[in-house]
């Protein structure tokens, strides 16, 4: 594998540069891994590089790779077999970067304004449909999956947060009863958190609490049978939450 496929990893890879030092080396590696996969278009099932080759390229070393590697099979971005080398994963969290091209850069900031602007129109079509066609035992869901992110949120429970936040807009796009809708929400949140996932969503931030009621307001008009304030509604909250992103982006990389 030739040296120049991945670019010199800044010098916060070894800790070195004060004024991005906060940043851990594995979490800048990982992203450069996967903007690997995107610019070579690989494919589920297609060989990486070794860690060995991989410290080499990023001149870093072989610990802050492992680490890397770690948190992309976490991700579902690489499997990592025993005596054979790595991967890039053939499971469902993949497949879905090869549905949409393999040209999605997770740490690419105008790739992931695109996706929002992409998540932005398909949610915003669900949670209209949702306020027409939603079941008593939908609604419920969503309801349960609102109170969760909201008890979440109150006991700083950032994984009850985080996976309520993932059924309530499953939830929502489940109650539009449109099976395109609902797997483009799917993949759509999936390539999300390739993006976010290093590091980014380990805390709960400082407008968690306006997550928290803006699902209440898209709740509320799926509810009442109100489309236009259901889709409004949710309109809101991913602006809000696109602005979240953009700060924390902002922050991480310059301080």
Known sequence: MP?????AAPAAVNGTDERR?????YEIVAE????????ERL??????????????????????VRE?????SALGRIRAHKGRGLFVADDEGMLVTSRWGGFF????????????????VQEMSASSLAATRATPSELRTIEVAMEQCRHGF????????????EDFHAAVSAASHNTFLVSAVRDARR???????IGIHDTLGENTGAAVEEHEAIYRAIRDGRPDEAAEATAAHLDRTLEDYRREIQRRLFG
Do not use: C, W
């Open 43 to 64: 494919a589920p099932g297609d060989r990486l590089p070794t860690e060995i080759d991989l410290a080499q390229m990023l001149s870093t070393s072989r610990a802050v």
């Open 68 to 72: 890397a590697v770690k948190i992309l």
């Open 154 to 165: 109150v006991h700083g429970q950032v994984d009850v947060f985080n996976q309520a936040d």
């Open 32 to 39: 450069r891994i996967l903007e690997y996969i995107a610019e």
């Open 21 to 25: 030092g906060y940043r851990p080396g």
């Open 3 to 7: 040296a120049q496929v991945l670019p």
């Open 105 to 120: 850069r997770p740490v690419d900031i105008d790739h992931v304004l695109m996706l929002f602007e992409f998540r932005r």
């Open 191 to 197: 390539l999300q958190r390739q993006s976010s996932a």
